[in-house]
């Protein structure tokens, strides 16, 4: 039986289990063929997983046209704005239609996407035929596949095998191997973690619960219903949601109910943890630090938003989630196949990270499995989407150039050897007219969209991916339960890329998604053939010669940046040549943690600039009282526009004082205030008495146990009459006497 004919007797069959409804031409053009399939072999009453795909949408252009000056963050709400205001108006005749279904029970699990103006739910095939029929807008409805996670993974199944037979990799006091490799404990070292870096894991849920992730995950304060500032809480002998906000309510009004760390789209609830084991170990490449005794994550600082879908719309779903909640950058270890049935939507892939970009996320997402399966997914189509999107910025062997979108592709190398895996994917990757080539591909390619060719155009070299190699195959990670677990694949190298990301942006966050990709994929580690090839990309990620070009991007030329030390001030002082719209200078401090290391960076005050000029401008500071202790210090010279560099870094101790000692009070004679300053060579029990001058105590000002160091007393005298008197400090068996004068 050819094709044809199979094709025909299918749409007869769909339209006679339709019998109670009269079934036009543009109706069953509306209802994608996939579709009408699979409704021909369902019973009247099963609910049918379906997507139905507006005709409007706004593009990255739209977009980007309207935001582009804008900064980072301030970008991603506006261009929020702007989509949601655009789904209100193209979406309310559909979304009166389907509530009405809805009374009616014949639709549930209903999502509107307004990112790519979508709109997801489970329908009986009778409310199939009459949403096409009865909403106007509509470009066609599709069946939304739901995928086992294991079908969706690309880690060899190596986290499922680990969790069904209960193995687990003993605590180890050394980082996992691919942190070593990629040199992020050099950056930590330099005192970036990823501090204020949120990541959404788009993956198979996360145990929010290990000590090694508790920390970092995110909480939505939306669904803060008591206002206690956690939606998670220590109950006593276990991490839960908070009570207090598990009230069925949606409080953030997005729609799901008390999505308290993120949601599972799946099974369309709160419950992230549920068969977890994969997501857990990308979590903890991510962000894991540790406690429980490897240290498993890159970025071990940043914030992890818990996300889980199954279909295509669920995967858009989750992505519009992390746009929405303000994540930085999107990882996911997911992937859809060329294989699959249907295969990936690909033009909706990529309009949905070209809605990233816009909004400013970068998105880490890999590639398969696959370079030892060409046969089921060849050349071009050996790289899974929504790793084969383009990136945010074209590399300058991608001679061919087409548009650009969120996504850093990952291939996979052996941690131990840094040596590609041979199961890592094959590019280029082909944004064409697929049909041209496969017929029997079922979603057009839009023109736009057709700007990487490789087959339909002789000669052409497609889009170079995968874009950047990391370690997947021997690293450790995080497991279900608080241990951990041996990881592997494409989905152990991605993480470890969006954490690279995360060191850079805590380190600068106004950084754009174009910035990271250059960054990282320009300072990568040179591997394969020279330039960026199509097994390793640009080469393998090295987090901490990343992290030094980041560094060194400074727009404002610094000619001198000093340290001094007075006792407990520290005096800065740096100098500009030039300076291009300076706004000026942020200090940032940062002391030795003893065992610990450095601390992170804080703000001590900003400084303003002189805007633009050509002249040479000179700055000081003085940072004062310090305990004794190293402290390092970095300028964050800041732009108008709201982008920002680092100077480097300079270092200074502050020493324990080599005496006991009470100096003269300043200013003297005074009215009502003074300063009282001493300094202790050691830890001593200190008093600080006023006497009259007949040798009459007045005053105990302090009577307490110090520790060594320089110390100061802000002395009111408001309460005497002008006149002089005696101040004097008993520190052990040190004692020093002083005059003072009040003048009233």
């Known amino acids: 039986m050819n094709k ?31 579709l009408q399939g699979v409704m021909s072999s369902s019973a009247d009453n099963e609910f049918i997983d379906v997507y139905v795909v507006m005709k409007d949408r706004l593009n990255y252009s739209d977009l980007h046209s309207q935001t582009y000056m804008l900064p980072r963050k301030t970008k991603r709400d506006e261009v929020v704005r702007i989509l949601k205001n655009y789904a209100a108006v193209s979406q309310n005749e559909i979304k009166n239609f389907i509530s009405f279904l809805e009374e009616q029970q014949k639709v549930s699990n209903v999502h509107y996407n307004w990112v790519i103006n979508v709109v997801s739910l489970k329908a009986l095939k009778s409310s199939i035929v009459d949403i096409a029929d009865g909403v106007s807008n509509i470009q066609s409805i599709h069946y939304d596949r739901q995928f086992t996670i294991e079908e969706l993974v690309d880690d060899f199944g190596i986290s499922k095998y680990n969790y069904d037979n209960n193995i687990s990799v003993e605590a180890t006091l050394a980082p996992q191997p691919g942190l070593t490799l990629i040199r992020a404990p050099l950056v930590w070292a330099e005192g970036d973690s990823g501090r204020g870096v949120l990541v959404a894991n788009i993956d198979s849920g996360t145990d929010w619960r290990h000590p090694d992730l508790v920390n970092n995950i995110w909480r939505n304060l939306g669904e803060d219903a008591n206002n206690n500032g956690s939606t998670i809480i220590w109950n006593g002998s276990a991490w839960v949601f908070d009570p207090g906000d598990i009230n069925g309510i949606d409080d953030d009004g997005n729609g799901l109910i008390d999505d308290f760390v993120g949601w599972n789209y799946q099974s369309n609830n709160n419950d992230v943890i549920t068969g977890s084991s994969h997501g857990t170990a990308t979590s903890g490449i991510v962000a894991g630090y540790g406690t429980n005794g490897t240290q498993t994550g890159v970025a071990p600082a940043a914030n992890l938003i818990i996300l889980k879908p199954s279909g295509e719309s669920q995967y858009w779903l989750a992505q519009q989630y992390a746009i929405e909640k303000g994540a930085d950058i999107i990882t996911s ?5 060329w294989y699959f049935s249907p295969k990936p939507n690909y033009p909706m892939f990529r309009q949905m990270t070209d809605m990233e970009l816009a909004a400013g996320l970068l998105h880490t997402n890999s590639t398969s499995n696959d370079g030892g ?129 995360a060191l ?155 005496e006991f000692s009470l100096m003269q009070n300043y200013p003297n004679p005074f009215n009502p205030m003074t300063t009282i300053e001493y300094s202790l060579a050691e830890k001593a029990d200190v008093k600080i008495l006023i006497y009259s001058v007949l040798g009459e105590q007045i005053s105990s000002l302090v009577n307490m146990t110090k520790e060594a160091g320089y ?32 003048i009233k």
């Open 4 to 34: 044809m004919l199979r094709f025909t007797i299918l749409i007869a069959i769909f339209i006679i289990a339709l019998h109670n409804h009269t079934i036009s031409q543009e109706v069953t053009n509306i209802i994608h063929p996939y």
């Open 333 to 337: 270890s997911l992937s859809y196949k």
């Open 373 to 501: 399966s060409l046969g089921s997914a060849p050349i071009p189509y050996n790289i899974a989407t929504p790793g084969n999107s383009p990136g945010p910025w074209v590399h300058p062997d991608q001679t061919l150039v087409g548009g650009v979108s969120s996504v850093i592709g990952s291939a996979n190398v052996l941690a131990s050897s840094d040596v590609i895996v041979s199961s890592s994917p094959y590019g280029p990757a082909a944004w064409e007219n697929i049909q041209q080539v496969f017929p029997t591909y079922p979603y057009p390619m839009p023109p736009e969209y057709q700007d990487y060719p490789y087959q339909t155009s002789p000669g052409s070299m497609g889009l170079i991916k995968p874009d950047i190699a990391a370690p997947g195959n021997g690293t450790t990670s995080t497991a279900v339960g608080g241990g951990y677990q041996s990881f592997s694949g494409t989905s152990g190298a991605t993480p470890h890329l969006a954490g690279v990301a």
């Open 504 to 658: 850079l942006l805590g380190a600068n966050p106004n950084l754009e998604p174009s910035d990271l990709s250059r960054i990282m994929q320009t300072t990568a580690v040179e591997k394969g053939d020279p330039g960026k090839d199509n097994r390793y990309g640009a080469g393998r990620v090295d987090a901490f010669d990343a992290y030094q070009q980041m560094l060194q991007e400074i727009p404002v030329e610094l000619t001198a940046f000093n340290i001094d030390v007075n006792r407990d001030e520290v005096i800065l002082r740096w100098s500009t040549a030039t300076e291009t719209n300076n706004n000026g200078f942020e200090i940032q401090r940062a002391f030795l943690h003893n065992e610990f290391g450095k601390s992170p960076y804080a703000p001590v005050v900003f400084v303003e600039g002189y805007g633009t000029t050509t002249e040479t401008k000179n700055y000081s500071y003085s940072d004062k009282p310090l305990n004794p202790g190293i402290y390092f210090y970095r300028l964050k010279q800041m732009d108008f526009d709201g982008s920002f560099t680092y100077s480097q870094e300079v270092s200074v101790e502050v020493s324990i004082p080599a």
């Open 711 to 742: 110390h100061k007393y802000y002395f009111d005298a408001s309460g005497l009459p002008s006149g002089t008197y005696i101040y004097q400090i008993r520190a052990g068996s040190f004692v020093q006497t002083k005059k003072m004068m009040v």
